[in-house]
């Protein structure tokens, strides 16, 4: 393992196919690498069983160096067996990592702060963006503390309700931890002639990590909604009046390939459409090629999910709605009017496009 302390991504990976935000976090993590200094490298730590080729795609996806623990007591994610893996293999380096990275998933939100109350040390939780610089700190209350401190990762993340930017740091003491959403950071892309180093670990588990086991995994794919691979979104708002205005979402966004319905906040909470639909602060973070709103006002909370969409189209009866101080493009009318003219533009226009329709 590296004798430089650099930036550690924990993957995600579920039954053997690696997370989207992994490759996310890759990308950021070679961006923090490269403005800690020269030598400073990004490694990968990945667990489970039967991983594969995974190690070698990591690598090619921005790692440097890939750990592998690969034991049959990891097929299954299980919070005590996963955090005694991460906790040896950090504990086996020369110096902790300089940052560690996770991903703002179920398994990321479980495991990392298990890691971080290990080590005694900060994590900033679901954060949107990632940065390195100095900070002095001139607070009196501890006088040992007071000084500048080189290198700090700046971990930002909203808050109040999303209308104000929180630069959260922990210069203390290393590791220092940050969760990001999915969909918000960028992947360097794969590059199949990307060399690294890849080091297999055996982790030695005690009786105590067992205490609870995973008897069966039960996923229920039918319902998944996969917004964060969607080319097209189209999403619905409280302006659709009701749960069936949803037909008019999903009748748009059939004419599109990968596509996926979305929903705001309201809509979900009112019981129109369940979750997984929901992209804002408290559902996904997207950035698909098209973001087609339909009777979205554009509240902050939904803002922060989809601004970074590539183009945004808004449609709503309320010429003042906030959707339209950033959408690319904005339809002031009824939705149930301008819906199926949509369609079929979109039909004619994408008929030889890289979107296509179907």
């Known amino acids: 393992m590296s004798d430089t302390p650099g930036v550690l ?29 020269a030598g400073v490298g990004v490694q990968a730590l990945v ?22 623990v ?17 906790i040896s293999v950090i504990d086996s380096m020369p110096k902790p990592p300089h940052i560690i990275l996770c991903g703002a998933t179920t398994i990321g939100r479980d495991l990392a702060p298990r890691i971080a109350a290990h080590y005694e040390t900060g994590l900033t939780a679901d954060c949107t963006e990632l940065d390195i610089g100095e900070y002095e700190h001139k607070g009196k209350a501890d006088p040992a503390k007071v000084g500048t401190y080189h290198n700090c990762l700046y971990a930002i993340r909203p808050s109040f309700g999303e209308s104000l930017k929180a630069r959260i740091i ?80 999903r009748d748009l966004a059939s004419v599109f390939k990968d596509s996926a319905v979305g929903a705001s906040r309201k809509t979900v909470d009112s019981g129109w459409i369940p979750y997984a639909h929901q992209v804002g602060q408290t559902g996904k973070t997207v950035r698909p090629a098209i973001y087609i709103a339909l009777g979205i006002s554009g509240a902050i909370q ?44 979109f039909r004619e226009s994408f008929a030889t496009a890289s979107v296509g329709a179907k």
């Open 170 to 249: 922990g210069p203390w003491k290393n590791p220092q931890m940050a969760t990001a959403r999915a969909g918000v950071m960028i992947p360097c892309g794969e590059d199949t002639a990307r060399t690294g180093k890849i080091t297999p670990f055996t982790v030695k588990f005690d009786k105590e990590d067992f205490i609870s086991k995973v008897i069966e995994t039960v996923r229920d794919v039918s319902s998944t909604v996969d917004l964060i691979k969607a080319k097209v979104i189209v999403s619905g708002g409280f302006g659709l009046g009701g749960a069936d205005g949803f037909n008019v979402v």
């Open 9 to 37: 991504v924990i993957v995600d990976q579920l039954q053997g196919e690696l997370r989207p935000i992994t490759l996310e976090l890759l990308g950021a993590a070679r961006e923090l690498a490269g403005k800690l200094g």
């Open 70 to 86: 690969d034991q049959p007591e990891l097929a299954e994610y299980s919070t005590l067996t996963y955090r005694r893996a991460s």
């Open 47 to 68: 667990m489970g069983h039967k991983l594969g080729d995974m190690p070698q795609r990591l690598v090619w996806n921005g790692a440097h160096e890939v750990i592998v």
């Open 302 to 345: 939904h803002r922060v999910g989809m601004s970074q969409s590539a183009t945004i189209i808004a449609v709503n009866k309320d010429e003042k709605a906030p959707i339209f101080q950033f959408a690319h493009y904005g339809i002031v009318g009824d939705l149930y009017e301008v819906a199926p003219i949509l369609k079929e533009q």
